[in-house]
């Protein structure tokens, strides 16, 4: 695994950028949740964090240390471990509520800086199992090196040996090689344009040589300063009750786990990607709490800040950030479900073809070279052109264990940077997926309405006569259709787990308790 972090390494630039975005009402910190259905042992979780992470990634062993603009990783010379590993209780009943409010109250506890910036905390009581919480700093990665991070710390099996480090190929390719963006086809257009990007300085001597190069380069130069102006003169977000001031308490919500298969039918059924149509889900969730909050979102356009994974298949597994961001444009204002998979898949089909999440990630480059307050008004002046975050991971496709214990699921969520009050992340593991919503408290105080909101989005999709599947197939790649596929029967949504299966066969149809993750 890449990390090469050695005392006194400066910070790169993008890393430092996120550092800078730290400020009391938006915590730079990703936070996520490990679920058991059996209680963990203590000991053994953190031999699992002391030998399969912080032996071997020195970065969690370092603090940052800042001199003005720039920042330096430090190590701790009194690190210990017991300062990041704690056992907590659930306060009153070990209930989901329960759960989703301590995942509240820690998103809003920043984390301690005269440390290494990450914590993982055991919930012991919660209901028959346990939760391990996880916090991490965005400046030690972005979500998918974070994910690969902790989950080269799982196995593949029960009884693997305790302690021992996991052979890196092996595990790699089994868990970390299934974790990977939702926006792979625009992670690959990037990639290949940073790479003509950053060869501009070093091909002088070839370019006179080959005049027709200097037209491509040019072109590519021209590109990315059209795509720079049109960012800058992007108009701020329609007002609406998802934006206003910011407090310091945040809150914390996800839906029920949903079966990735019924999520496929829908696609069949009625045209687009798996992505096209959780992206939908969430645009018409957010359109639905718009109404219920008295917000009328007729004709109305926001933007969701979509980060994309810009790293090649060899540095999947490095620390740090290595990722640009995107506008996607969400049509809050299309009641119709079906034409706002349309529009959806029509501007995410526009955005494959941009290199616009490079041009983001030279910004933020830009950005960890500069002063912070200069830094704070460029986010702020971003930040007024989105109204949410909006992630999309896939995870392992299997069950994993962590610390000899098979993980039910999980599920992570990222900070709102740009002050932004609404973050928005999509989950996939073991055949379902989740989707987890992280909310400024005074601004959208329930987000839980936002997740049921999701799951009622999927029915209505599923429900869409879908005059429109002949125009949404026909724009997919000639690869992805089918001649001659038939639409499969329509299924159920949502999987509940089987816990919230016996709790929902014993309270009343009317009353929906939002399961665990």
């Known amino acids: 695994m890449g990390d090469n972090v050695a005392d006194g390494t400066p910070l790169t630039p993008v890393d430092t950028a996120w550092l800078h975005m730290e400020d009391p009402t938006n915590l730079m910190m990703v936070t996520g949740i490990y679920v058991f259905d059996e209680p963990v042992d203590f000991d053994r979780l953190k031999d699992t964090v002391r030998v399969r992470m912080v032996e071997r990634f020195p970065r969690l062993r370092h603090k940052?240390?800042?001199?003005?603009?720039?920042?330096r990783w430090v190590k701790d010379p009194t690190f210990v471990l017991d300062a990041h590993v704690h056992r907590i209780a659930l306060p009153g009943p070990c209930n989901d509520r329960a759960l989703r409010d301590t995942v509240s109250d820690l998103m809003s506890t920043p984390l301690d800086f005269s440390k290494p910036l990450w914590q993982i905390h055991l919930l012991e009581n919660y209901c028959s199992g346990a939760v391990v919480l996880l916090r991490f700093h965005h400046c030690i990665g972005d979500g998918i090196a974070l994910v690969h991070v902790l989950l080269s710390s799982t196995d593949t099996a029960a009884d693997a040996p305790w302690p021992k480090s996991a052979p890196k190929a092996p595990h790699e390719k089994n868990v970390g090689s299934r974790i990977t963006s939702l926006f792979e086809g625009v992670q690959r257009l990037v990639v290949n344009t940073r790479k003509t990007a950053d060869a501009i300085a070093t091909q002088t001597v070839e370019s006179l040589l080959h005049p027709s190069h200097v037209l491509e380069v040019a072109q590519t130069a021209m590109e990315a300063a059209g795509i720079l102006a049109k960012m800058l003169v992007r108009p701020a977000d329609p007002p609406t009750v998802l934006k206003g001031p910011l407090g310091v308490a945040k809150r914390a919500a996800w839906s029920r786990r949903i079966a990735v298969a019924d999520v496929k039918e829908i696609s069949r059924r009625?045209?687009?990607t798996v992505n096209d149509v959780l992206l939908t889900a969430v645009t018409g969730?957010?359109?639905r709490y718009l109404l219920f909050r008295g917000d009328r979102p007729d004709g109305k356009d926001v933007n969701a800040m979509v980060p994309v994974n810009l790293r090649p298949p060899s540095e999947a597994d490095e620390l740090g950030n290595r990722f640009g961001l995107i506008y996607l444009a969400l049509p809050l204002g299309e009641p119709d479900p079906a034409e706002r998979l349309r529009l959806v898949k029509q501007r995410m089909d526009a955005i494959k073809k941009t290199p616009e999440p490079f041009v983001a990630f030279q910004i933020l480059?830009?950005?960890g070279l500069a002063p912070a307050e200069i830094a704070s008004l460029v986010v702020d002046m971003f930040?007024?052109?989105?109204?949410?975050?909006?992630?999309?991971?896939v995870g392992p496709k299997v069950p994993v264990y962590f610390a000899g214990h098979r993980m039910a699921d999980m599920m992570f969520w990222v900070p709102q940077s740009g002050r932004m009050g609404l973050g928005i992340s999509i989950f996939s593991y073991d055949g379902h997926v989740?989707?987890?919503v992280a909310t400024d408290a005074g601004l959208i105080p329930d987000p839980e309405r936002i997740a049921t909101c999701f799951e009622d989005e999927l029915d209505a999709l599923r429900a869409s006569p879908s005059p429109l599947l002949d125009e949404v197939r026909a724009s997919e790649p000639e690869n992805r259709r089918k001649p001659g596929?038939?639409?499969p029967p329509a299924s159920s949504s949502a999987t509940p787990s089987p816990r919230s299966r016996t709790a929902a066969a014993k309270r009343p149809a009317a009353r929906r308790k939002s399961p665990k993750p």
């Open 383 to 393: 930040g007024s052109k989105s109204t949410a975050v909006m992630t999309n991971v």
């Open 434 to 436: 989740v989707v987890g």
């Open 270 to 272: 009625i045209g687009g």
């Open 365 to 367: 480059n830009a950005l």
């Open 64 to 71: 940052v240390r800042q001199s003005g603009a720039s920042a």
């Open 285 to 287: 969730a957010l359109r």
């Open 485 to 487: 596929r038939k639409s």
